[in-house]
């Protein structure tokens, strides 16, 4: 399959329950799907999984409790194929992805920032997401040892500069005034591929 270069890939990371996947939504639909594409490292490893195990694919891409069940074996198993290759998800995730604007919405080790930061070193910017333990708690989160204690949680709590940092909780600023700045920049990728494609016509 052929590889398109990106104009703009947000890497986005976060605490489970802090918001990465309703803040890359929200995102995508200001932008438009034709602009941005919302790709999720934990789908070719949940597919994968879940043929391995006989169990249903859909219910661990939702944000219920089922996923949670199987998460910690999930992480053995991941972490089992990226320490012989640290790429494997990211290569794997980018296959189809044809649209200018590319949103990873699951960063969670230091290695996946890394493979993007050196694939795409120009076109690579990372957020974070962050919401309180009180804000988490109520949309379900419950902290579970070897889980949240663990890289797949913690990998990126220390060490990194984020491009933008979000406050997904309610007393944060409103979504749409922290995201300005973001959209703004992913607005201007997208027109400037525009126009030069048009002077490429
Ligand atoms: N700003 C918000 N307003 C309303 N609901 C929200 C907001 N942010 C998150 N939620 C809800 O909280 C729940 C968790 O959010 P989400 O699934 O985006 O978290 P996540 O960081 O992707 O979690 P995980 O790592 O477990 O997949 C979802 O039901 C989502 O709809
Ligand atoms: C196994 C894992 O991909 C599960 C992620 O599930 P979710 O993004 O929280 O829905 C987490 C990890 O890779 O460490």
Redesign the pocket.
């Known amino acids: 399959m052929e590889k398109t270069t990106p104009k703009l890939i947000l890497l986005f990371s976060?605490?489970?329950?802090?918001?990465?996947?309703?803040?890359t939504h929200l995102i995508q639909k200001r932008l438009g799907p034709d602009a941005c594409c919302i790709l999720r490292l934990s789908a070719p490893l949940k597919l994968q999984y879940a043929q391995e195990n006989g169990l249903d694919y859909k219910q661990l891409l939702g944000?219920g409790q089922y996923?949670e069940r199987y998460r910690a074996d999930m992480i053995a198993w991941g972490e089992l194929r990226r320490k012989s290759d640290p790429g494997f998800f990211c290569r794997l995730v980018l296959m189809g992805a044809t649209q200018p604007i590319w949103i990873v919405?699951?960063i969670r080790r230091l290695s996946d920032l890394q493979w993007f930061r050196m694939e795409y070193p120009t076109q690579s910017r990372s957020v974070r997401?962050e919401?309180s333990d009180q804000t988490r708690k109520e949309?379900?989160?419950e902290f579970t040892p070897g889980v949240d204690d663990a890289e797949s949680e913690c990998g990126l709590d220390t060490g990194v500069t984020f491009d933008w940092t979000i406050r997904?909780d309610?007393d944060g600023p409103p979504?749409d005034e922290q995201l300005n700045e973001l959209l703004a920049v992913a607005l201007e990728k997208v027109a400037v591929g525009d126009t030069r494609d048009s002077h490429s016509k």
């Open positions: 976060g605490k489970r329950k802090s918001g990465k996947d309703y803040v944000s996923k919405s699951d997401v919401a949309r379900g989160w997904n309610e979504l």
